[in-house]
């Protein structure tokens, strides 16, 4: 309840650091998240985002650092700021021996919640996942994307002031995923703060206000998507391609197209405020594309940038 | 804006109390889910740990039994079901405890992952281990009722405060194993080793003293057979059923008690370590 307009800051790290032995998940990283504010943690696999996910979640104890959520250290205070906070994991992990209804039941009861107040929370909340005619159903039984969806329902049982969601679209198909990107915008709406990690730079694009690209453990850049893209990248990005044995001879002719390019095995990025232009520069000078593209430039033209390497490989 | 909720007051609630970063007071929400569970899947299972005893009562106490006559026992003349009767009821406390806090709690904590689920909420360890281990208990407590009423119907309960006395020293007993149970399997890493469990209890069943009485062996492996847990679970039982009341029911009791505690804090030790690390 802060006095000023100023929002309140609901996870605050600094320095923070998760080592295994020698391996360093966590290279000690500094973030905040604001109240109400959806936060990506955007990077590849193995950039240290699930490990920095399940230490706000308080499941995973901190090697070194700082790290206060809603004020209190996750290492002393587990049980109370997991009070607060909905955990959607990358796994599923329904109780598959129960139905729909009963899991979220059960979930609310973990919380101490009386069986009185679930029975109409949990109406609102099937309503919410679209799986009242699921209702049931055992959760072993459903869809990809109902599991998902009750996943996060289940979540939401205990109304968090934060939701934190690890990977919540992978291994959706793409309708599934529109289903629950516009879930998440409405808890978005109802001031619920969202904290998710994800691979996929349109989802964090669709999602973030603000976003973290990690890798290797360290922060490579913040901000929010648009001015990442600004910051790090052109305004439109040409994709040329001149088959597997081409690329390389001319990419040497395109030094002088565009403000950079970047050389991948399938095919050249050319990145320029103008990408039409460039193509009619490329074509003056007698190259003959195979096939050419003029984009937007994305968060995934940021982490090349960034890391000299894409997000999915 | 206020955010307060009642999920929120509730673990506010404990904020600063002894214990609250482990324990948020409700174990019995994981026992309720459990029961959730019976009635869907596993009644079969259920029923089936609580035969086995009841066919060995038959087969020994009235097959074998025949031939044996009676058995002299603390001076006491007795027919020979009558005798190997309490050390079945503490038998059938010890399998259904067992049965529970060691295969069960290896499928939820393996391939579930209920644990990670129950965890992420705020729920603590110890809620969890609790829970787990009451309901361990219960369905020990549960064969050990089922028991008693079966041996009831056959007539050889020696008296109805013996027999309900004897009741709740199963439930003792089935907290002391469920517990020990739990500890053990939440440090168990293959079905193998698992199987270890089972392959133990065989043993321990055939020569503690429950189909014939200790005497017949040499003092060291007395010695050694006494410090059993299952041992101990049918001396007590035992004592209790024939309302042999003696200051060594504390010795019993205070094994169980060691054997309760040390289960618990292990077993929220390991939670700890392998959900909270």
């Known amino acids: ?313 | 804006m206020s955010f307060i909720n009642a999920a929120i007051a509730l673990a506010e609630r404990r904020s600063g109390k002894l214990g609250s970063s482990i324990f948020a007071g409700r174990p019995g929400t994981v026992a309720e889910r459990n029961l959730r569970t019976l009635k869907s899947s596993s009644g079969l299972t259920f029923v089936a740990g609580f035969v086995e005893p009841v066919l060995f009562l038959i087969a020994f106490g009235y097959g074998v039994g025949g031939m044996v006559g009676t058995i002299t026992d603390h001076g006491k003349t007795i027919s020979y079901a009558a005798y190997i009767m309490p050390a079945l009821l503490a038998t059938s406390a010890m399998n259904g405890a067992i049965f529970d806090s060691t295969w069960n709690v290896y499928f939820k904590m393996q391939f579930a992952k209920l644990y990670q689920g129950m965890l992420a909420t705020s729920l603590g360890t110890l809620d969890v281990a609790l829970g787990e281990i009451g309901w361990a208990m219960f369905r020990g407590f549960v064969y050990a009722i089922g028991f008693v009423t079966v041996v009831g119907s056959l007539g050889l309960l020696p008296s109805l405060g013996g027999a309900l006395l004897a009741i709740v020293a199963a439930g003792i007993v089935a907290f002391a194993f469920a517990s020990v149970g739990m500890g053990i399997t939440s440090y168990v890493k293959s079905f193998q080793q698992l199987d270890m469990i089972t392959f133990l209890l065989l043993p321990m069943f055939l020569f503690s003293g429950t189909l014939f009485p200790l005497s017949i062996f040499p003092e060291w492996a007395q010695a050694l057979i006494n410090a059993l847990p299952l041992r101990q679970s049918i001396d007590l039982v035992r004592d209790c059923m024939n309302l042999n009341l003696s200051w060594s029911l504390f010795s019993h009791l205070t094994y169980f008690a060691v054997m309760i505690i040390g289960g618990l804090f292990f077993t929220t030790r390991r939670l700890t370590a392998l959900f909270l690390r």
């Open chain 1, 1 to 313: 309840m802060t006095k000023s307009s100023e929002p309140e800051l609901v996870i605050r790290a600094k320095g923070l650091r998760k080592t295994y032995g020698d391996f360093v998940a966590v290279a000690g990283i500094d973030f905040e998240v604001k109240r109400g504010e959806a936060f990506g943690l955007l990077g590849p696999n193995g950039a240290g985002k699930s490990t920095t996910m399940r230490m706000i979640t308080s499941t995973l104890q901190r090697t070194e650092g700082e790290l206060q959520i809603l004020g209190k250290d996750p290492d002393k205070f587990g049980p109370e700021i997991r009070a607060h906070l909905g955990v959607v994991p990358q796994q599923d992990n329904l109780d598959r021996q129960l139905t729909v209804w009963e899991n979220i039941l059960v979930y609310g009861r973990y919380f101490g919640l009386s069986r009185k107040f679930l029975k109409n929370k949990i109406e609102e909340l099937l309503a919410f996942a679209q799986l009242e005619d699921k209702r049931n159903v055992k959760s072993e039984e459903l869809s990809g994307g109902m599991k998902r969806r009750l996943t996060i329902a289940r979540g939401l049982v205990n109304e968090p002031e934060i939701l934190l969601l690890d990977e919540p679209t992978t291994g959706l198909d793409p309708q599934a995923r529109h289903v629950l990107w516009d879930r998440l915008f409405r808890l978005k709406e109802l001031g619920v703060t969202l904290v998710l990690t994800t691979h996929y730079m349109d989802e964090a694009e669709q999602l973030c206000d603000r976003l973290i690209v990690m890798d290797k453990g360290q922060i490579m850049a913040e901000g929010s998507p648009a001015q990442l893209i600004k910051d790090y990248s052109s305004k439109e990005v040409l994709e040329v391609r001149f088959g597997s044995t081409g690329n390389a001879d001319a990419a040497k002719k395109l030094q002088k197209i565009g403000d950079r390019i970047e050389v991948l095995p399938d095919r050249i990025l050319i990145y320029s405020e103008n990408g039409e232009k460039a193509l009619e520069q490329l074509t003056k000078m007698g190259l003959k594309p195979v096939t050419s593209l003029v984009r937007r430039s994305s968060l995934e033209d940021v982490f090349l940038r960034l890391t000299g390497r894409t997000l999915v490989d």
